[in-house]
C-alpha cells in the first residue's frame, strides 16, 4: 500500500479530513472515543509508521495569525484559506492552530498572540494584510519562522507569498477593451491593502495604455478603516466596472438592480477571487481565480524550508490564477 494519507483515515472512520487532523493533533472539538478510534485506525493503515520513516519531518506545530476585521462582514473568504490550509499543513506533518487578533487603529496595539507568548507553536502564518507596527512588535518578540500570506511589505516581507494582483487584474480591464467598452471605472479602497493597489495599478496599466481618461467619480472607495465593506454610486456611471473583489462586485450588482439598470445588458462588471461569499446570490460575475490551493502549499514550503535553515526559502512569491468568464460582461 502507498503512503497513507489522512483522507484514507478519513474515509476509513467515515469522519472529514479536517476531524482526523484533529483528532491525530490533539486539538479540541473531538471526543476520546472518536479520537481513539481515528489513532486505532491510522496505526492499522500504517499511518504511524509513515510518519516515523526518516524521509518525513517530525510533526511541528504552525500558528495561523488572522485579523478579526477579515472574518466578519460577509469576508469569509479567509476561512477558506485557513481550511485549505490546515489540510494542507497535515499532509506535511505539521499541525495548525489559528488566532485572531482584533486591531483597532484608533486604540493601542493589542497584546501579541497567546500562542507565541506561550511557546505552543514553532513558526507563524500570517493570512491577510495587518499593521505594520504589530508586526514589527512580533518579529522583535520572536525568532521563530514567519511568513505573510496574501499580503506582502518591502520592509517586513522576507518571506511572502501572494497572487498575481497586478497582472490578474490587468487581464479583467483588458477584457472589458475586447468587448468594446472603453468608458471603465474601477472599485476598491486603494490604500487599504497591497493587494488592492496591486489590482488597481493592473487597472492602470490597461487604461493607459488604451489612451482612456480615468474620471475621478469612477474610481471609488469601498471600505472604511475596519474593513467594512460598503459604498454609494454617482449619478453617472461608466458602461462597466472592475472591482477589486467578487464581494464588491456583487454589491454593485445589487446596487445598479436598485437603480434599474441591468448587468450586462447597460453596465458590465468583473471582479476578482471567484469566491461565492454566503448571503449573495450566485450573480455569474465573470472573475479572476486566485489559486488558493497554490499559494498555501507554496506558503507551508517556506516555512518547512526555514524550520531546517533559518536563512532558507526567503523572498516573495507570486502565483498565478485565471479568468474565469461568466455572464457578466456584456457580449
Not at 484514507?8 to 467515515?14: F, S, T
Not at 472529514?16 to 479540541?28: I, M
Not at 489513532?39 to 526518516?54: C, I, M, P, S, V
Request: proline share 3%; with cysteine.
Amino acid at each position: 500500500m502507498g503512503k497513507v494519507r489522512l483522507a484514507d483515515i478519513a474515509e476509513a472512520v467515515g469522519v472529514s479530513t479536517v476531524t482526523v487532523h484533529n483528532a491525530l493533533g490533539g486539538q479540541k472539538g473531538v471526543s476520546d472515543e472518536l479520537r481513539e478510534r481515528i489513532r486505532r485506525t491510522a496505526q492499522e493503515l500504517g499511518y504511524e509508521n509513515n510518519k516515523k520513516d526518516k524521509n518525513q519531518e517530525e510533526f511541528q506545530k504552525i500558528g495561523v495569525l488572522i485579523a478579526e476585521r477579515y472574518l466578519g462582514n460577509h469576508i469569509s473568504y479567509y476561512w477558506k484559506i485557513y481550511q485549505e490550509l490546515a489540510l494542507a499543513a497535515a499532509e506535511k506533518q505539521c499541525y495548525t492552530t489559528v488566532e485572531t487578533i482584533k486591531l483597532d487603529l484608533k486604540t493601542q496595539l493589542p497584546e501579541l498572540p497567546q500562542m507565541v507568548l506561550q511557546n505552543k507553536i514553532e513558526g507563524i502564518i500570517i493570512i491577510g494584510e495587518i499593521d505594520k507596527h504589530y508586526i514589527r512588535r512580533l518579529k522583535n518578540a520572536t525568532s521563530i519562522p514567519m511568513v505573510f500570506l496574501d499580503f506582502y511589505d518591502r520592509e517586513l516581507a522576507q518571506d511572502a507569498v501572494i497572487v498575481d494582483n497586478f497582472y490578474g487584474m490587468y487581464q479583467m480591464t483588458e477584457i472589458l477593451f475586447e468587448h468594446g467598452l472603453e468608458e471603465i471605472g474601477f472599485i476598491g479602497t486603494i490604500d487599504a491593502t497591497s493587494s488592492i493597489m496591486d489590482r488597481y495599478c493592473g487597472y492602470m496599466k490597461a487604461m493607459t495604455e488604451h489612451k482612456k481618461n480615468v474620471h475621478p467619480e469612477w474610481i471609488i472607495s469601498d471600505r472604511d478603516e475596519d474593513g467594512l465593506v460598503e459604498f454609494e454610486l454617482p449619478k453617472r456611471l461608466p458602461k462597466a466596472f472592475v472591482c477589486n473583489c467578487d464581494l464588491a462586485a456583487g454589491m454593485l450588482v445589487n446596487k445598479l438592480n436598485a437603480r434599474g439598470l441591468r448587468v450586462p445588458e447597460d453596465i458590465s462588471v468583473v471582479g476578482f477571487d471567484n469566491f461565492l461569499y454566503p448571503g449573495y446570490a450566485d450573480m455569474k460575475i465573470t472573475t479572476y481565480e486566485v489559486n488558493t490551493q497554490a499559494m498555501v502549499r507554496v506558503a507551508i514550503k517556506k516555512l518547512i524550508k526555514q524550520f531546517r535553515n533559518p536563512n532558507a526559502g526567503r523572498g516573495l512569491e507570486i502565483v498565478s490564477g485565471h479568468v474565469v468568464m461568466k455572464n457578466s460582461v456584456r457580449k
